[in-house]
């Protein structure tokens, strides 16, 4: 039976060479690990999945449109939108498996251009999955109805359909790239540890909070006890007490200082003061003045 240019048969089945859908969508693209799917994922796919049935549904009319107008004859309704769903249905299928491409090997500046290999590879096998399924799946809703649609003809026009998979598989990639990169939480500097500047003369030392135990006012001074011994420090303990204050330290006495978390234990006395066991052994006195303040900081 002879063949129309058009691809349907002198008897008015459709079959052949039938336009394939610029199935892009108009999504964002997404934010992070190289496997499983995020929340984002999900969000990313979900706006993919609408914008292809938009689109889908603009080309079937489009189609319909264009073969009434330059070729004459009407076209059933069905055809254009078998063309389309089995396009799209086929690039929906395929779009989990570029986003997992897409995390697994990101694009970035070269080099490497590892990436750029792996991508070329994943447009191949991306385009001929597409071009083979959608032209069987075509052939099962023609035979469906009792027409015939030839299934590998989109595989034998494959060079066309590969130019427009093309676009289709790279805009995925560059969105989605793009989404997963301003979906990706900010990166936050390292927290450095705090220190107290130590001036003794010309000569300064800088003390790590973290490795004070505990401050004892000496007059115009206070002395900074650490595992590696104390250090002198000229400032009054109320200054340094609101200092380190938001480092775990709380008053014990009208003149101590101690952190908080180096506390092995409390025993309090008859009078209501009481002592504190530090962990490394050493004892410090407390005054119930500042009990409760003690009790209060968390440990």
Partial sequence: MARRADGFHADGTGCGVAVTPPARSGTSGGPVGTS?????DLVFYGVFLACAAAVATVNA??????????????????QPVVWEISSVLLIALLVPAVMWLTRRFAPRPPPPFGWVLAHLGGLVL??????????????????????????????????????????????VVAIYTTWRLLRAPPQRPEPQAAALEVRDGARRL????????WVEAAGNYVELHRPAGAVLHRAPLQEIEA????????????????????????????????????KDGRALAGSRRYRQALDAAPA
């Fill in 36 to 40: 499983g799917w995020s929340r984002d």
């Fill in 243 to 278: 200092r380190l204050a938001p480092q775990g330290f709380v008053r014990i006495h009208r003149s101590r200082l101690v952190r908080r978390a180096a506390i092995a234990a409390i025993e309090t006395n008859p009078s209501g003061d009481f002592a504190v066991t530090l």
């Fill in 206 to 213: 800088f003390v790590p909070v973290e490795d004070i135990l």
């Fill in 126 to 171: 991306f385009s001929v999955v597409h071009v083979t399924g959608m032209g069987l799946l075509r052939a099962l809703a023609y035979q469906a109805v009792g027409a015939r649609y030839d299934a590998l003809a989109p595989l034998g026009n494959w060079p066309y359909e590969l130019r427009k998979d093309a676009l289709i598989y790279l805009a």
């Fill in 61 to 78: 009319f489009s189609r319909i449109d264009e073969l009434e107008r330059f070729q004459g004859g009407r076209v059933p309704l069905w």
